[in-house]
Structure formats: structure tokens, C-alpha cells
């Protein structure tokens, strides 16, 4: 088995590629990013790069299926993870195309189970993540049930996104990575079309591009041939970590390296839907600010490494990808493991460093800011606790050295002038814009991309003797879950049936943490009637005090 692992890690290119081969250094260099990985007894990796869109290199690490000791080579399937997003984009704009959709209708149009809004969303509001929609699997872990523990389908998907009364912020506003967006999408694709979306996808796209290898897993205990085991662990205590729910859209696409550099090329060749269709998936979506973002028609177009990217990773489950296009220097890099562990970015573009030219135009490095002095009777009444007004995260202010500092591993802030600070790059800026010296007030931290966001002073925790305040049973109808808070021995808990106990940790009046969310208690005529929770792409989501 060893041996045949060996030889599977051998360059596998097709006549062409000679003509234009890397040398045996940077496949060295290569191997030297998987070498955790090439052994027969761990998950591993397959990977595929293409200069002009003919394959230079197939190489595969790793095995496929542990309990079978099948080796991973470049024609194992794997699931994409958001690699897939691109390709429910792609089937919005081939309809968009026919004239069968329009970018700009209201999602309401083709489903018309969602809530109606202050404002209408777009389908091109979701396709770039500016819907304002929460995320369904964030909502359901909130309830207690995050994907991985149950099955849930197309039509749980949206059940819960109807009975969503309030979104994360006002349309168009901001962006906010969300997976519903996805799911959503794919199920207008499939009511507009009337085929599924593997049928769609299969005849516009994977087809006419000779994606053999490529389809959705929309039935997770379908038996795919060829297709890698997922894992989740690190050493000798993998487990298998597989997908067992029926949604897609968002993730869920089955494919090779092969394939995806297959599509790639599209972005070069224009072969389906013509430069119309190229465009679109190119575009970059736009605030209502006037912002323009990186996320485009489900891939991020950006400059990295010196050179244009376009790119999108994956993770479901214990499946990781990687897909990037670097059109000015005629590569693209498509990378799938079955390694829950592997962080598929920094490694992606490892291997991108190794193959592309080095950049003519490396950028200039800012020089450290030497700033202004201010004194401390000055920083005194900025330091404390604040609240993120968006979305209620907390943030907090030290004195460190005569410097303000962010605490969690911030860095010390440069002084502009007495309101003005920044970090050493220059890029993230905190400015206070209210309040009177002497007394802390709201600020707004703004970076160079032109996201704005603004904080506001708040208390200290109570005194743990106040904890009973918030004892009780509460509910949530848009989570269709119901949770209870205790107090025992000085400290809130947060239980959820059947046995789910986590204690929460005050951090502002009101506010507490736990397992990275947040959960403020609100209060009627000074007593709590509920709690709002943020959670990643979830914001401010309602429990009402029930007894």
C-alpha cells in the first residue's frame, strides 16, 4: 500500500503539459505543504494546477478510505463544501440568461413562503451575501441542533428562514457571509427551471464542459463510486466525520480536481454562457453605500499574493477545498481533502506561491506610525468595556505602556490625536465621535475597505447577587426551541433539553458569553422579559421570558 501511494504521487499530466512543466524543485516544494499527509494511514489531499488552463500537475497524498486502505488519486471524488456556491450562481445566471429570472426581482417573487421585509431582497442581494438573512444552521445550533446532528432537507431550510421576523441587518447594508442565501437560491433555480438542480447544472454546466466526475450529493445515503471518506480528528484518532443531511446550494457539490479546473477554464475560454455569463460571475457586489466587496457571484475576486485571485474555499463537514483562478499569470489551483483538520486558504495558496512568477509590483510596506503622545488623564475615561451597536459583540479597552490596547491579543493603538487612534498598519481606525472629554461615549472603528462600524460605552456586569434576575424559561418561535436559565452557586447557566448546560460568563451589564456567542438580556419597566443572542452569522435572535 505504501508503495502504491508512492506512485500515485507521481506527476500525472496530460501531453501538453510538458511543454510548460515546473521543475522538479517546485514539486519538491509542493510535496514538502502534504508531507503530513502522504502517508496510507491518515486522510489526505488531492491536488490539480493548470498554467493556461492545461493541467500541469495531478498529485494525490493520503488515503481515501481508512477502513479499506483505498489510496486517494486525482479522479477521487470529494464534496466541495461553499467551493459549490459558484455553481448555484452559475445556474441563476444561465436562467437570468434565458429570461426566465431577473438578478433584481424580489426573492419573494419565487418564494413567496418567506417573510415580507421593510425592504424587498433581491436575488442579487443573496448571491452576494447583502440579504441580511441569517444562517439556518446558526439559528438551529442556537436551538440546540447544529448540522451534524440531524438530517435536515430543502424543506427545513426554508421552514425555518419563514419564520424569520427580523434579519441581521437592514438589506444591502452590510455583508454578512450567510449559507441560507445559497440553499434559497438553489431552490428558485429548481422552481423557475423546473428541473432539480442536479438535472439543471448537469445539462447548462457540468456537461457541456466534460465535468464526468461532478454532481450534488442532494441524497447523502446515495452510493457514490470513487468518492473519499470524510474524517474529522488529527493523528491516530480520526473518525469519520460524513455529511448526512440533504441540503445543497450552499455546499454539497460532488467533483474531482480535474473537474474543477475544467470550470475554471471556463473563466478564460467563455464557452458557456458566453462573456455575458463570465461577467457575472465576476461581478463584485455593491452596499448600499456605494462599498463595493470582494464576494462576486459566489467565488471572491481580490488581489493576493500580488497578482488578481479569484477564489473560494469549502468546508462541510470533514471536507475541505480549495479553488482559485490567477488569470493575469494564467494559473488556477483546485485542491479537496477529506481531512477535517487541514485549513484549505493558507494551504491553497501555499501552492499557489510556489507556482506563480514573482510579483513585478510587490507592494510597498507601510512604515510603523510613530503618532502623537497622549496622556493618560486623557486615555483613563476610554478604557472599559463597549458594545458592538450592530450586533452586540464586546469589545475592551486597556492601558498598557502609556498606550491603549484591545484586549484578547489586540495591539496597542497609535495615537492620531487625542480621538483618533490606530492600529500600526494604519488600516483599522477608532474614532470617537460623541460624548465630552473626561466622560467615555460611542466610537466608530472604520478600516480601508470603508466598513464603518460604531461601539458604545457600557456598565460593568451585576453583582452575581443579582443573578436571579434573569432565572426562568424562555422560548423563541423563530428558532422553535426553548431554553432555561438557572442560577446556582453565584453563576448563570444556560440549559437546553435533554442535558445541554453551559455557563454563561458576564462580560457588560446584562451581557454574557459562552462557546463564542453572545447573550443580552433585555428588560421591560426594569425587569427581564427576554435575552437576544448573536452567534457568527446569526444576530440578535429573540427569546421571550415565558415564566
Known amino acids: 500500500m505504501r508503495q502504491r501511494i508512492a506512485l500515485l504521487s507521481l506527476v500525472i499530466?496530460?501531453?501538453?503539459?510538458?511543454?510548460?512543466?515546473?521543475?522538479?524543485?517546485?514539486?519538491?516544494?509542493?510535496?514538502?505543504?502534504?508531507?503530513?499527509?502522504?502517508?496510507?494511514?491518515?486522510?489526505?489531499?488531492?491536488?490539480?494546477?493548470?498554467?493556461?488552463?492545461?493541467?500541469?500537475l495531478e498529485r494525490a497524498w493520503g488515503s481515501a478510505d481508512l477502513e479499506q486502505s483505498v489510496a486517494i488519486t486525482p479522479a477521487t471524488i470529494f464534496e466541495g463544501g461553499s467551493v459549490s456556491k459558484q455553481f448555484t450562481a452559475a445556474a441563476i445566471f444561465r436562467l437570468a440568461q434565458q429570461g426566465k429570472l431577473a438578478l433584481d426581482s424580489s426573492v419573494r417573487k419565487y418564494l413567496p413562503e418567506l417573510p415580507a421585509y421593510t425592504s424587498p431582497i433581491t436575488l442579487r442581494h443573496m448571491i452576494h451575501h447583502t440579504s441580511g438573512f441569517r444562517d439556518w444552521g446558526t439559528v438551529m445550533a442556537i436551538a440546540g441542533w447544529p448540522r451534524g446532528t440531524?438530517?435536515?432537507?430543502?424543506?427545513?431550510?426554508?421552514?425555518?428562514?419563514?419564520?424569520?421576523?427580523?434579519?441581521?441587518?437592514?438589506?444591502?447594508?452590510?455583508?454578512?457571509?450567510?449559507?441560507?442565501?445559497?440553499?434559497?437560491?438553489?431552490?428558485?433555480?429548481?422552481?423557475?427551471?423546473?428541473?432539480?438542480?442536479?438535472?439543471?447544472?448537469?445539462?447548462?454546466?457540468?456537461?457541456?464542459?466534460?465535468?464526468?466526475?461532478?454532481?450534488?450529493?442532494?441524497?447523502?445515503?446515495?452510493?457514490?463510486?470513487?468518492?473519499?471518506?470524510?474524517?474529522?480528528?488529527?493523528?491516530k484518532n480520526w473518525r469519520l466525520n460524513m455529511p448526512f443531511e440533504n441540503v445543497y446550494g450552499n455546499s454539497s457539490l460532488l467533483t474531482t480536481v480535474g473537474d474543477l479546473l475544467k470550470w475554471s477554464a471556463n473563466f478564460g475560454s467563455h464557452r458557456i454562457g458566453g462573456d455575458e455569463f463570465v461577467a457575472m460571475e465576476l461581478d463584485r457586489g455593491k452596499l448600499s453605500t456605494g462599498r463595493v466587496i470582494t464576494y462576486a457571484g459566489g467565488v471572491m475576486v481580490d488581489s493576493v499574493l500580488g497578482t488578481r485571485e479569484i477564489m473560494h474555499d469549502g468546508a462541510t463537514a470533514g471536507y475541505r477545498a480549495f479553488l482559485a483562478r490567477y488569470p493575469d499569470a494564467g494559473y488556477a489551483v483546485a485542491m479537496l481533502c477529506n481531512a477535517g483538520n487541514v485549513d484549505p486558504v493558507p494551504m491553497g495558496r501555499a501552492v499557489a506561491r510556489v507556482v506563480l512568477p514573482a510579483s513585478p509590483t510587490a507592494p510597498t510596506p507601510r512604515p510603523d506610525m510613530i503618532g502623537v503622545t497622549v496622556s493618560e488623564e486623557k486615555l483613563k475615561p476610554m478604557l472599559g468595556s463597549y458594545r458592538l451597536v450592530r450586533s452586540d459583540d464586546p469589545l475592551t479597552l486597556v492601558l498598557e505602556g502609556g498606550r491603549l490596547r484591545i484586549t484578547d491579543g489586540g495591539p496597542l493603538l497609535v495615537a492620531v490625536s487625542d480621538r483618533h487612534f490606530t492600529t500600526p498598519s494604519g488600516?483599522?481606525?477608532?474614532?470617537?465621535?460623541?460624548?465630552?472629554?473626561?466622560?467615555?461615549?460611542?466610537?466608530?472603528?472604520?478600516?480601508?475597505?470603508?466598513?464603518?462600524?460604531?461601539?458604545?460605552?457600557?456598565?460593568?456586569?451585576?453583582?452575581?447577587?443579582?443573578?436571579?434576575?434573569?432565572?426562568?424559561?424562555?422560548?423563541?418561535?423563530?428558532?422553535?426551541?426553548?431554553?432555561?436559565?438557572?442560577?446556582?452557586?453565584?453563576?448563570?447557566?444556560?440549559?437546553?433539553?435533554?442535558?445541554?448546560?453551559?455557563?454563561?460568563?458576564?462580560?457588560?451589564?446584562d451581557g454574557f458569553s459562552a462557546r463564542g456567542s453572545f447573550i443580552r438580556f433585555t428588560r421591560k419597566d426594569g425587569k427581564v422579559d427576554g435575552f437576544l443572542v448573536t452567534s457568527g452569522r446569526v444576530r440578535r435572535l429573540r427569546f421571550d421570558k415565558t415564566s
Not at 450 to 461: L, N
Open 13 to 56: 499530466a496530460s501531453p501538453l503539459a510538458a511543454q510548460t512543466p515546473l521543475s522538479s524543485a517546485q514539486v519538491s516544494r509542493i510535496d514538502s505543504i502534504f508531507a503530513k499527509y502522504a502517508s496510507p494511514d491518515v486522510p489526505g489531499c488531492a491536488l490539480g494546477v493548470s498554467r493556461r488552463d492545461t493541467v500541469i
Open 150 to 235: 440531524r438530517t435536515y432537507t430543502q424543506a427545513h431550510v426554508l421552514d425555518i428562514m419563514a419564520r424569520q421576523t427580523a434579519l441581521n441587518y437592514p438589506v444591502g447594508t452590510e455583508y454578512l457571509y450567510s449559507n441560507s442565501n445559497y440553499n434559497l437560491l438553489a431552490m428558485i433555480a429548481e422552481r423557475v427551471s423546473g428541473k432539480t438542480l442536479a438535472e439543471f447544472t448537469r445539462s447548462e454546466i457540468f456537461e457541456p464542459l466534460g465535468m464526468t466526475s461532478s454532481g450534488w450529493r442532494d441524497d447523502y445515503a446515495r452510493i457514490v463510486k470513487g468518492r473519499a471518506q470524510a474524517y474529522g480528528g488529527a493523528d
Open 427 to 509: 488600516r483599522t481606525h477608532l474614532l470617537w465621535d460623541s460624548g465630552v472629554q473626561g466622560k467615555r461615549g460611542t466610537f466608530r472603528v472604520f478600516v480601508d475597505a470603508g466598513d464603518t462600524t460604531q461601539y458604545e460605552a457600557i456598565g460593568a456586569p451585576l453583582a452575581s447577587d443579582r443573578f436571579a434576575d434573569y432565572a426562568g424559561e424562555y422560548q423563541s418561535a423563530e428558532a422553535d426551541a426553548k431554553l432555561s436559565i438557572l442560577v446556582e452557586k453565584g453563576e448563570v447557566i444556560m440549559f437546553g433539553r435533554p442535558s445541554d448546560r453551559t455557563p454563561l460568563k458576564p462580560i457588560y451589564a
